[in-house]
């Protein structure tokens, strides 16, 4: 499975047959393929507004392939196949009708989401008359339409209200999620955290697999552990280590207990996955990748001197950019107020020296900072000990949010009262605990607490001149 926010690959390689058939692999530009597609699955004489509900589908159906890696994870040579079967209609060398060309034109880098999720929606659809599906009917579309419905009360009607259309998604090379190296004891980084959630995952539905305490991105005995069973479940060498094998069978394994690739995903939101660099962030741009920079850029204001403090908004405002360049002058960098990827490992790095600097004890007077790994059901910290005293506090004000022990193991109780929380303040219910949701719950503890936001975590001796 790719990483970060879906993006629209420039080619994409289709298979002329079924998965397994002998069949020739063709690659070509995206926007060619779904132009392909949406001539030979839908009849240009629809309404407009028929023909982009359809398209919408045809692109999002497509992303999904892509971003959930369904068939490079099986070790398959191609994105998506050519067989309605199993994906969509796609014949070589068709031709293409002007009228749907120019739609696709405008709308291929545009798909569906769930709300609060971040792969692009398994937009199922069949024509809905020789075959009828749970997903959305290609002729049900054409009597929508002329009842007047538009294309996105059209998408609502057949895969529910809670769906948003994502425009203008940025378009780039296809990469795959394997990082061409092998992961072993002793590794760190963003690829680790990835692997380690995943395997947190799947061990609901396998529980032989031991959860992994920490997923914190270093490869340690609880990871080896986890990887070992793992490949003993699943057939694998049992080495301990994640190759290209490895790799992909647990990207293979987690989009399948997530159903992922079905139309009832249960969805991968934005805090399942680490604040990782995936493209530059520039003024003007509102997303939860700024609202985790402006987050790190609060607390490293907090401690440095001349860094600008910040407010958290979500929003690449004059005062992110003027933040961002004062950071970048104070690390020694250009001063271009545009956080590319030398930005935000220093950025990130900063951030995470002064966590490890921070003694968890300082919980007692102020909302410790945000530990850096991602929190749910089945991780044992210091952390989730803090996490609880939050939530308990805050229930003895808003009691429909849980009380819960402080004994530092994330557990089903725990993760209902996370949902409350998130129920509570808009955010996505996931009961997952990252940067978004610790900072809120911080932040709510601190307004019941000491009756300010007391934020952004500045411990009384900790500031830092520069």
Request: contains cysteine.
């Amino acid at each position: 499975m790719l990483t970060g926010e879906p993006f629209i690959p420039r080619e994409i390689t289709v298979h002329l047959g079924a998965p397994d058939e002998n069949a020739a692999n063709v690659t070509l530009s995206f926007p060619d393929y779904i132009k392909n597609v949406a001539s030979s699955e839908i009849y240009p004489t629809w309404p407009e507004t028929a023909l982009r509900a359809n398209i919408y589908a045809i692109v999002s159906f497509a992303l999904n392939r892509v971003y959930t890696e369904w068939y490079r994870s099986r070790n398959y040579p191609f994105d998506i196949t050519a067989v309605t079967q199993y994906d969509q209609k796609f014949i070589e060398g068709r031709e293409i009708y002007d009228n749907i060309s120019q739609l696709v034109d405008e709308l291929f880098d545009d798909y569906i989401r769930r709300d609060g999720n971040i792969e692009p929606l398994f937009a199922a659809f069949c024509n809905g008359t020789t075959v009828t599906c749970s997903g959305l009917s290609q002729w049900g579309t054409v009597d929508l339409a002329k009842q007047g419905l538009l294309p996105y009360e059209i998408l609502q009607y057949y895969y529910g209200d809670d769906i948003t259309i994502v425009k203008d998604a940025p378009v780039r090379a296809a990469t795959h999620s394997y990082p061409d190296e092998i992961l072993a004891p002793g590794s760190s980084g963003g690829a680790v955290q990835i692997m380690q959630i995943q395997l947190n995952r799947i061990s609901r539905n396998y529980p032989a697999i031991p959860k992994i305490p920490d997923a914190n991105g270093t490869y340690d005995s609880a990871t080896e552990s986890a990887v070992r069973e793992f490949q003993k479940i699943f057939n694998l060498p049992e080495t301990g280590v994640i190759d290209k094998a490895t790799w992909y069978k647990i990207e293979y394994i987690y989009t399948s207990v997530k159903h992922l690739a079905e139309l009832d995903s249960e969805g991968i939101t934005i805090e399942e996955l680490p604040f990782q660099f995936t493209e530059n962030l520039v003024p003007n741009m509102r997303n939860e990748q700024v609202r985790g920079l402006q987050y790190f850029l609060a607390v490293v204001g907090a401690y440095y001197e001349s860094v600008q403090p910040i407010e958290i908004t979500g929003i690449y405002d004059q005062q992110t950019e003027e933040s961002v360049k004062s950071f970048q002058r104070v690390f020694g960098l250009s001063q271009t107020g545009v956080v590319d990827e030398t930005t935000w490992d220093l950025i990130f790095r900063a951030y995470a020296g002064i966590v490890e600097s921070i003694p968890v004890d300082v919980a007692e007077y102020i909302p410790v900072p945000y530990p850096g790994n991602v929190m749910q059901e089945g991780v044992t910290s210091e952390y989730v000990r803090i996490l609880q005293e939050y939530l308990s506090f805050i229930h003895e004000t808003i009691p429909e949010i849980p009380a819960v022990r402080n004994t530092g193991y994330f557990g089903p109780l725990t993760r209902a009262s996370v949902i409350a929380f998130q129920r509570f303040s808009g955010l996505p219910e996931n009961g997952v605990v990252g940067v978004v949701t610790w900072d809120a719950i911080g932040g709510l503890y601190s307004d019941l607490r000491f009756g300010y936001g007391k934020r952004p975590y500045q411990a009384p001796g900790y500031t830092i001149t520069g």
